[in-house]
């Protein structure tokens, strides 16, 4: 035991200065008109010129998860989905810089109430420039939990008025919608708190504020699914996959309907049970996408175990 905590303390240690250090340290980046501090987009997304089609007319906003950015989560759907028609948006959000390099940026690890304010203002920017009255939201990981935010407590969705949502449609990847263990990283926290150490900053230092928000029995997500778990005239599809090591357990994922709202929880298994797509891949795989488009387009046709 006390050679572990020999090797464990100066880890920690150094995470206490990586998280803990004042706040003009690590900037926190602030959207702007044209978000061009976001950095690069993925093939097909942020037209800004984009004008909505019948066939298409709600812009998809595309929300990537946890320590990810909107290029290597969504390199493969964005330009699949505008080679559909659709206007397709993305934005990087939660960002901090990192302290001995401060030109890095690492996006989807700041307070998530925070992210969801700038979800609210990169959907009031899409809505501005194409004219459209509603979005479709497409969240990996904890993006789902981002929109989420949005539509409760951000402006997405009027409980008192559902005719004035901003959101028509959300569907997760994978979204941490109740907690998640990380597979067994929350184990590996508790039994440094139960040793006297700072067991929290273990996964604050690997995942930031987002992924302590994220665990299992986090005090936000108990907010975020008091009452209803979702909003009245939305349609929600939760879509899981049984070999998800990071959004752990899968089940946890999944959403029970609430009054006026729609649900659709799917396993990417249900049809395909030799599917064995990872948390990561769920952005990749063909069949896993061809469920979102499906959900974003109830006559798009899925091709079944691609």
Known sequence: MKQLRR????????????????????????PSPGFAEMGASPAGANDWSCKPT???????VLVHGTGMSMTDTWNVLSPQLADLG???????????????????VHWGIRDISNSSRELASFVASVQSHTGASQVDLVGHSQGGVVARQYLKFDG??????????????????????????????????????????????LVQAIWGPAGVQQLNGAQFLTSLN?????????????????????????????LTQGPGSLVDNVWVQDNCPGN??????????NHTL?????????????????
């Open 54 to 60: 019948p066939e298409h007319p709600r812009p998809v």
């Open 86 to 104: 659709y206007c397709v948006f993305a934005l990087n959000y939660g960002g901090a810089q990192e302290i001995l390099n401060p030109n890095v």
């Open 226 to 254: 008091s009452g209803s778990e979702t909003q009245p005239s939305v349609r929600y599809t939760v879509i899981a996959s049984a070999n998800d090591e990071i959004s752990t357990p899968p089940e946890a994922t999944f």
């Open 276 to 285: 064995t797509t990872s948390h990561g891949d769920l952005v990749r795989d």
């Open 290 to 306: 061809d469920l979102v488009k499906f959900a974003l387009d109830r006559q798009f046709v899925i091709n079944q175990c691609n």
């Open 7 to 30: 090797v464990l303390v100066p880890s920690l240690v150094a995470a206490v200065l990586l998280v803990c250090l004042p706040s003009h340290v690590i900037a926190e980046p602030e």
């Open 156 to 201: 997405g969705a009027d409980a008192s008025d559902p005719s004035a949502n901003v959101v028509h449609t959300v569907v997760t990847l994978g979204a941490t919608n109740h907690g998640t263990t990380f597979g067994g990283l929350q184990a590996n926290a508790r039994s440094l708190s139960a040793m006297g150490l700072p067991g929290d900053l």
